[in-house]
């Protein structure tokens, strides 16, 4: 899930490949909803990239679903670079 709106996940899709669906919260509801709005950019964060506010962005992390969709295990970062793999998610 993104806060990026549709338009550019498409263009991220197509320029990168990407064959599964990707997923827009462009106002970030989901995101506030599900507690993982990264709350270490305020909204008013001078350290804005290109004139792009990075406020609403999620922290990086992967939910586990069973086969019911059940979220079975959570991993969540502090740091936009610290990521999951499934390697180290089956491990």
Same mark, same amino acid.
């Given at each position: 899930? @993104?806060?990026? +709106? ?17 997923? @827009?919260?462009?106002? +970030? ?9 990264? /709350?270490?950019? +305020? ?7 290109? !004139?792009? +506010?990075?406020? !609403? ?7 586990? /679903?069973?086969? @019911? !969709? ?11 670079? /610290?990521?999951? @793999?499934?390697? /180290?998610?089956?491990?």
């Amino acid at each position: 899930m @993104s806060y990026d +709106s549709p338009e550019q996940l498409r263009a991220f899709a197509d320029e990168h490949d990407v064959t599964y669906d990707l997923l @827009s919260d462009a106002d +970030s509801a989901v995101i506030r909803e599900f507690g993982i709005l990264n /709350t270490l950019i +305020s909204p008013d964060d001078p350290e804005q990239g290109a !004139g792009r +506010s990075f406020y !609403g962005v999620p922290f990086p992390g992967v939910y586990v /679903t069973d086969e @019911s !969709g059940v979220v079975t295990e959570k991993f969540f970062h502090r740091h936009y670079a /610290t990521r999951e @793999s499934a390697g /180290t998610i089956r491990d």
